[in-house]
């Protein structure tokens, strides 16, 4: 029973986990490009830095959690 | 419900949750930056530092930031200090509403830099004279018209015929009254200023059935960087109109070298000319100095500030005190300061003296009489001043309307007959005053990183020892809003400029 929850969740955390770190990473990317094509107007009251630790924290789990 | 179909539900709240959370950044990130409901507001608060609001400076003019009450606020101590906006995109104008408390000074202004000379497009905060006047008031479209004994029952009648025998006071109100001297004759003699002057001045003079006739001969001081060009104006006081432009170029020296090239000179000679005040503007940096004014007009007085630098610090050839200058001034401040030791001296007003023993100090003169008259032994003097100078006793004249005066932090409201202003109250708000104020950006000189600068003004604060605190700044940007009509237009402007940009 207990492997059947931990291999539920797993999958869970593993396709959640994904699914995060993509939308993260496009985010930051698209962020990044308009900052630089805005001079720098972004950073002045957002930092695009949380989607870096975003990324970091989605994709360890993601790649504790594969298959 | 089974463990799996949890997790499913799970599984989609987390992407609606991640998709949700983009697309809100993503419109918050769109309203900042291309602000399309064309209005964005931000505040500094005096908790922390704001992106888009500077703190208020110079320090030395300006108490801790202390918290009170759960207020945050900062006390000024002096009468001028500034604070810089950023502009971060292209805004029709600012809006710029102050929280303040003012338990002393008569005015408070502020005040939004117009050109890198340093002029101040002012517009007021709270005029306590105004405030306390228990005078008749009748208003219209934001003009009041406050009258001692009440004879006008609409402010249009006023306007198109104010009383000539009478006192008027005027707060940011202009009647651009035509100045008349009844008995003026023109002078067959031409009026030499042969003093040497840096920087942006401004003169006054006055003609009738005679041609504007001025030669400015000016030379660069070459002592910082950068090309020194001397724009000239002729502008009609009465209405406005700009009659000359012209300019004075470089001497072809950008670098520091300290030596000085020929005078170059500029004539304007302008016949056919309406009878009345015309202003002269000379506008440009401090790294030039003007030599000489020739004219045919033999009324001239000098407005704002007049700079002297006829001193050895300027000139090896000169010994201290060979070239003293005499002023006419009516003014009622009057402030000296010199940068240099060689411009420490002792000027006399009228009966008075006054002892520059300081470097880079306003020294400040309080003239309750009529015209007095000036010595500058030394020169090498930054004057500034609320009304009018002139070199000779003979050249000085009023060039506005002897009964209009403007109101100034010290004026004495019960000579006036009338008073006209364009001014509303501050609210009262939590026990704090809040007044807002909006400045055309078109008009406001931007630096090179995108800043206007502003400065609030307390004329008289120092002098009285009192604290105005500051608990608030808020400053809304506007631009018209983006609409179905204009949309179009604006996305292709916004790629051309992107790719222009690229």
Known sequence: ?67 | MNYKKILAILLWAVKTITLGISLAIFLMIFNRYFVPFGHLEVAYDFTGESEYISHLEPWQRLLPIEESNGDWSQGIKDDLVYFDVKIPRWFQAVTTEITFKNPIVPIVEIGARINQAGDYLTKPLENKLIDNLAWNRIEANGIALYQKNPKYADLQNFISAPPQNEIIGEYFYNFNLKKVIPDYQKSDKETVIDRNLRGSHTIYTYLKNEKLNFTINKFDLNRYAGSDILKVEVIKQVDGEKIFSGELPDDGIEGVTGVFQPEQSLSIVIPDLEEGVYRIELKGNDDIAISKLITAQHLLVFARNLFLIDNEEYFNDLTPGSKPTNLFAKASTITFKTSHPSGLQKISLDSHSLEINELNRNFKYLNDSGIIKINVPKNDLAINFDGFMAFSESQYFNPFPDNIIGIKNNSDINLLDYLIAEYSSPKKENGWLVKSNTFDLNRLYKDKNNNVRFRLSAPGLNETGGIINITNIKVTYQKPPVTLQNFPSKVINFIKKSLTKS
């Open chain 1, 1 to 67: 029973m207990t492997s059947f929850w931990w291999k539920e969740t797993k999958i869970f955390l593993s396709k959640a986990s994904f699914f995060v770190l993509i939308a993260s990473i496009i985010n930051y990317l698209v962020l990044f490009l308009l900052n630089s094509l805005s001079n720098n107007f972004l950073l002045s009251f957002f930092d695009i830095n949380v989607f870096l630790v975003i990324i970091v924290i989605t994709g360890t789990l993601y790649i504790l959690t594969k298959e």
